[in-house]
């Protein structure tokens, strides 16, 4: 069951990612070591919260690159994550050296390469807007892009992780809060 949870979780992230199975958004990532981003997810059977967390440089077949992390409280199992080892500026197929999944009480399991056997096209959104928004009492400015598929996201460098404060379409989620340093999950 916890494998399935894990794929499930990874899901998530890759299908509110991609509107097509060609590619991934091409948003830059917002790199501050200690950062984190926690974000509410809309579902048919209720809202689900979500932690980004950036995390310290790292190696992989002689190649180099950032550790994110995608966090989630599974209720009866407890935290659980899958930690993503990207190369480059952005968070694509091409870019991501290896998919690290931990769960409570297992070892962690490890995929390199993930979609390397993929074609990928670029997926850059068109620009729609510039604006401001107040998440959590900060004001950030930010960029709402368009992608094929129906697919809208708002990016703004002030939030670190994938600098996402909201996507639209089919599975939508916004940004709640976010900092550098701390406990993301306090005050929940």
Known sequence: MMGTALLSLLALLMQAQVASPQGLPELPLVVREGGWARYEAVASDGPARFVIKVGAPGRHQGKRGRWFELEV??????RTSVQ????????????LLLV????????PR???GPFRDETSTR????????????????????????????????????????????QGGENPFHLLAFGVGGDPWKDL
């Not at 993503?84 to 870019?95: I, M, S």
């Not at 009492?137 to 129906?150: A, H, I, T």
């Open 123 to 166: 997926r850059q959104g068109r620009f729609l807007q510039k604006k401001t928004v107040t998440v959590s009492g900060k004001v950030l400015e930010v960029m709402e892009y368009s992608f094929p598929g129906g697919t809208t996201a708002e990016w703004s460098s002030a939030v670190p992780g994938f600098g996402l404060v909201s």
């Open 84 to 95: 993503f080892l990207v190369a480059g500026e952005r968070f694509t197929a091409d870019n």
């Open 110 to 112: 490890d995929t390199s």
């Open 73 to 78: 409280e599974v209720p009866s199992v407890g």
């Open 100 to 107: 690290r999944a931990t769960a409570p009480g297992q070892k």
